[in-house]
């Protein structure tokens, strides 16, 4: 196409009456029994919807007769899915634009044919009933007011159709119709509870028909769920004789296999409970007048209505453990929650009681089963799993977390927020939080909490800190990690009070250590001491408790000070490590067990003390922190782990003895895997190397003492069985072990080992040898193998796609009692890290997150450890050795299915779990082998050969089983064989696959060979295979045809990897891979498939990015493209049309990404300004994959294209997603976005851009208090020669008088354009905007000056005068003053200092600017008061270093700029504070809260300041002035003097010198500082150094006379 030729879509350009004239004629083509072409009128009835939006009222009705008998014909000679679904959406928006007098009779004839013989003949297809019931929803959805009447004849076709016909389809679209037309009734219709008994009626037979399928249930669910969300009138009826059988029925549809019919049963039930205060409700009771007893039955049933419905339901399913049914339970709990707030006006408090009654549920659960009373556990309860458990109940924390999360948290203000957190804190002060399940949640919704605010103030520290910190004294080992938790946010919410909670927990774990020494020490009085029973004693216990709670507490708060902008002081830190030294090294031996409490105590707070310490201090003490493993990890402590040393001691002794031996190990070994991911991360690869083997060297004695001990090797075989405390302690151990192992970065570090931990892992591969815990060991297998296998595969299964991650990690859960919880020093770090394993070698502490406490198993967690450490063992052995370990692992795979059942339990020895296992080892070590060989570039033929012998054995077990996870793996198995091999084998390796893909009559067998070729592709690359393209396009869509259901939905995909990894060479099969994907889109199938529809978008977006420029508007596969997109967004749709919602965000999510790709590779095909109404909505969004999309589209489309995005005016609705964003990388996109749209429009629009950041700037900034307001009121009255701030708006008059008027101004308000309605609905709950959006705007607001750029009518008044007419910042400088003022002198600290910097930047840009209209005056002098005034309340000797820093450099920068003028009162006042904080220099108080380099910072802002006073004296001062600031320097001359020699002789060394110099330099303004002090503290001098210069050549000849020091008469 011309460039300079502009494309029109037909679409657009022909009118209303050319579509429906074509419609016509496609329909008279099909004559007889001939069906409209579907792919034909597909397209053109997406244009005809367009056209009816687009066309005026009286062109509708002149034409609508035709078009709705057209369109009736397409349906009645039978559709597909997609078509009936725009025939349907075509006459809503005719009767809903045109006119509505045909829509009576066009519903009475589709309810006459819907009840005719014919419908129910045998000889009838389905599709024309379908397309009638699906009609008759949407029109009863949409049209319900004007329909009312109709409504009960419809529902009696409904009804009819779902009692008569047999078909499933028919059945299922019928109950789609009840459902609409319950909803479309709402309370209209006097025979309501009649229609709503009808519907239930109907629900119930197709439930009781057997067998019912997926679709039938989840069908009968919606028309549940619809008939209590429109009041329930149909459950009260008849005494609510229908509430008890209909709530029994969805309590037993939780435990449906089917994850959807469990979902949709939940949200029926939380609709029912919610149901109960209806209007309808009330109306039913008060009908029971006449009969009391009935009366009083039915009020008692519904006041009890959501307890019968979610309480108990929930109490039963925490009681038996069961998984299925707290997951539903918590869904149908948000389901509730969400209709209060919706329909019957729930507010905040009702949600936080709501919260405090889940926790005291909780609670009460937990002391039944502390007490041992009536617990039926199943499945993951203890005595499935190693270890016993502290009272714990991990699936029933995760969803009430989850429901809190959601249904509350996340609906809450943030004044809410902090009333919840307020609630929270009393209930873990009561008995409530000594319950381990209720305190577990109390205190992660806490530290969420926490974390969401921001910010906190000191009151709700002292608030929280003695609840919390009580909590760390706890016995079980839960509860003081959350409390640590909580602590660790609070540092981090109010960095002054971390040094004081650290300093708190250090010193009582101190005064702990002190007290269990001496009570496990024997004393010359007591010979005896502590007998070894007294170890368990309340006393002792509670002693151990303490040391290891306050421990835990300072190791989080250790690592959290790495969180902290203003840091912790360095001594403090060092105080730490010193105390972890000496409980690791000073232990008194004769203390027993109370010595190795105390060691474990030592480790924890050292690893915290590996994460934190800046690394020159590491190196500088390195020797000496790895000889502090010696002593828990040499050969002679290994000694300590025989068995054999205890054979004259009972078993209960000897096992009693080894745990204790065992747990201060395990603190041993995660602290050095703080070490491993800290220090020897952050160092050269030389002394990595060096570190590495050291650590391997330490590990060998206990591996070797763990492979010697059969209890410690195999924990199910402990002598006083698996759920003994011994064997959870002999778990942790070689799991933590085995992860230290993986963390090492190179497996070669421990060659030696190799065999010993071969011969350990190859244990694993067989699975546990308890049977008692091989249910949750295959589990968490299948979950461990999801975590190895490619993320962009995960469309396929078993996660959903679309579906919200946290509710997919409550799916995922797998914890159990007794479960590992996070490392000690994992507890303050931002994403807590999986403790199973799986992120080892990632070389990030904090890589990946864990929504929910003990998500995993033990015997899971060490049973993916042993795999993946099998698996990187044999990436680093010989060829030949890896062609063994390969063929065992098939051999393994392979293996027969055996029959043995145990206890019923059906799923206890299935091979597929076993070649989940062999597919974790595989993948562990094969990833690597293909790294090595494509990055040396050989190949190894016969472990390729060895792979693809593996693939086919995981893919012979994942065709048999149907999962989705070995059918995936077996497809990434063949790419790894084809990486592995020489180009010519993988070219062989594909021709196989596609053969095998065609020859095979296994569905799942041919699934996973389609998706075995795009993994190929994608691992191998498009141009090593681009010869083989034509075949593996050919055999793929020669597959497709030829399949039916979830199979098209890997071929697609495996296509989709085919396009994006080919490039170019697909372009010549495009047109032909859209042509099958329209195909399998007119299949019935299309809507049944969850996740079809939104391939058939991935394809459509693959090929926009192979075509990329030559994607041309109007051609064939543009057309195509763009008509499978909007069926993938449901454009022109009516509702859902039976989809999930998960099916429905995939397919907004391709919609997005769609226009994402066009912005992209195909800018030219679409304007960009018609992106913005599809972009918009998904910010609003709750899926945070469709809100990422959105937010990095804009994005794109900010930096392509700023200019079409301004008109728009989105930027309040890009604060407000802002605002409401919880996921950092979404609000970077956002934030860039603002960003790059304030660099375009800031130099034409100033005025707006400075209106709304100050908006949300200032939103929530407190006015100034009555002293600061009484202040600058009295500054005429104290200096005579200030005047009072005057209004804004006056002063910008005042400052725009001798301006021209702009003859155009836009418009700043966004309710006029595209983004208003969206606005009204964004996500953020009412409230003043978060503290970290209100820094971004600030920050915003000190952008727009350099975003003008260097025009001078933006910065002198005079220039925009004489050059015309604009928009200038010189205009709104009152408002910019104002701005910073408010901002100084408001009550939120954070605030302040950057209220300060605008200023500051305002005497930068305007500091030299003369006022027009007074001669000789600087613009600026007219704002000299709320200058003085932001300068008196800062500068304030107990202000925080950070602004006092800020307000010494104000200070300066203001006397520089000659706004003091002649005013000696003025100096006398700024010069008093500043030398009172020179005198005070920088606090005690402040030296404890913060690291040593925040009040340096501060210090050095001051001596600059009074160096630039000194300086101004010489310069722009007059005689009275000048001499009021000698005056006041006079007596602290020599120590200024001193100061401003050290601070250029520190400047020349550390700022002109490497590192090495710097380490060697002992400065003279601070001592012996570390080379992170030094970093920090660069930028202050390279600042100050200048003005310390200057005023060092205007001091020094005034001192001349005087006695100086021997280095100040040199310089």
Known sequence: MDPAMTFVDEEEALSFNVWVAELELLVGNARGNRRVDPIYSFELLQKLQGSIRRSERAQLQSYQRKCEDALTIVLLKGAPPPVRQLVAGCLVSLYLKGETLPLYSRISSLQQFLSSKEAFSQSLPKQPCLGCLECLAALSTNLSNQIVSSLPGTMAVAVKQVSRNSDPAIQCMALRLVAAVVEGLGNSDRNLAALHTDALKAADKCLKDKPVSTAIKSAAGAVIKAVAEAGGSGLWSSAGSAFDDIVRTCV????????????????????????????SAKDTIAGLNSKPSKKAALEQMITQAASTCLTKPLAEAAAANNRQALTALAQAWIAYL?????????????????????????????????????????????????????????????AVLYVIRVGVMEQLSETGQRALLERLTGLISTPVGDAVPAGVVALESMRLIVEVVGEVSSDEVHQMRQPCISKLTAHPQPLQAQAAGVLSALAVAEPSSAAQLLQECLEKLAAQVQQLTAACTPHSSSPRGLRHTDDNSTTMRL?????????????????????????????????????????????????????????????????????????????????????????????????SLDMKRYLTASLAAAESEMLTEMQWRVAALEALHAFVL????????????????????????????????????????????????????????????????????????????????????????????APSGRLWASTCGMHSLQQLLHNQDSVLGPAVPGRDPLLDALNSFVGTPGSPALRPWEQGLPNQTDPAGQLAGSGDIASGAMPFPQAWSLSGALQQAQLQLLGKVMGVCAPAEQVRMLDGLRTSASGKVSKQRERGDVLLLQQHAVAARACIAALSGLQALVDRYKGEGFSEEAVAASTHALAAAVLDQGAVSEDACLMRAAAQLHACAACIGTDAAATQLMQTVCKDMAQTPLPAKRASLA?????????????????????????????????????????????????????????PYCKGSLAVATQMLMSEEAYAVPGLRAALGRLANSVVAVLGPELSPGTDVYTKCKALIREVQGFGSTGRGGLREEDWVAGELEGVLYIQSLILFAPQAVPASAHLPVLLPPLASRHPALRRAAAATLRHLAEKSPSVMLPARLEKLLFNALDAEVDSDIAAHIQATLTRLLETGAPEQVSYWLAVCSEVALAAAASPTADQQAAQAGLDRDGGSEEGASDTDEEDRHTAAALPTPASQPSHTAESSPAAAVLAGARRAAGTPRLRTRHFAISCILDIPTAVGNDPRHFDLKAAQTFGTGDWMVVKLQSLVDTGFRLASGQLESLRPLGLNLLQAVLHHFGSVEDPLLEDHLILEQYRAQFVSALRSCLDSEAPPSLTAAAAALAGGFVEAGLAGSDPALLTRLMAQLIALL???????????????????????LLQAHAQFATAGESVLDADSRQVVQSAQEPHRRQLVAAWVAVVQDYAVLGTHGPLVQAAYTPRLFPAPSLSIIARLQPNLHSCWPAALGALAVTLPQAAGEHLSPDLHLL
């Open 678 to 769: 800290g220090p020897c991360t952050r160092c050269g690869p030389l002394q990595a190397a060096t570190l590495t083997a050291t650590c391997a060297s330490l590990l060998q004695p206990t591996l070797d003492a763990v492979c010697a001990a059969p209890a410690l090797q195999d924990p199910w075989r402990s002598g006083s069985g698996p759920n003994s405390p011994f064997a959870g302690a002999a778990a942790l151990l070689q799991l933590r072990l085995l992860q230290a192992y993986l963390l090492l970065p190179k497996a070669g570090a421990f060659a030696p080992e190799h065999a010993s931990l071969l011969r350990l892992c190859a244990s694993a591969l067989k699975g546990t040898s």
């Open 252 to 279: 037993l549809a939780l435990v449906d296999p089917s994850l959807t019919v469990r979902e949709v049963f939940a949200a029926a039930l939380g609709e029912i409970a919610a149901a109960s205060n209806a209007s």
């Open 543 to 639: 002693l151990k408790d303490s040391v290891l709670g306050f421990a835990t507490g300072s190791a989080a708060l250790v690592s959290a000070s790495t969180r902290l902008s203003l840091g912790t002081p360095s001594s403090l830190l060092m105080s730490a490590l010193e105390l972890a030294i000496k409980c690791i090294r000073e232990v008194v031996p004769e203390a027993g067990v109370g010595a190795r409490v105390v060691m474990e105590a030592g480790y924890v707070v050292l690893g915290a003390m590996c994460v934190a310490l800046p690394q020159d201090i590491m190196d500088q003490r390195q020797e000496e922190l790895l000889s502090l493993w010696q002593t828990a990890l040499s050969a002679e402590a290994a000694q």
């Open 338 to 398: 969400a209709s209060m707030q919706a329909k019957y006006s729930a507010d905040e408090p009702f949600l936080i009681d709501t919260a405090a009654k889940l926790i005291e549920l909780l609670a009460s659960l937990g002391s039944t089963r502390a007490s041992g009373v009536a617990v039926s556990d199943s499945g993951s309860a203890p005595g499935n799993d190693l270890g016993p458990g502290q009272g714990e109940m991990p699936h029933a924390q995760a």
């Open 1011 to 1067: 998706l075995a070729v795009g993994c190929i592709y994608r691992s191998k690359g498009g141009m090593s295979l681009q010869l083989g393209v034509a075949n593996a396009v050919a055999s793929l869509t020669a597959v497709s045809q030829a399949c039916k259901g979830a199979v098209q939905l890997w071929i697609l995909h495996g296509l989709c990897l085919t396009a994006n990894a080919a490039g170019l060479a697909y372009v």
């Open 1479 to 1501: 005198k005070a220099k920088a606090s005690k108080r402040q030296q404890l809260l913060y690291s040593e380099w925040v009040p340096l910072q501060a210090y050095l802002a």
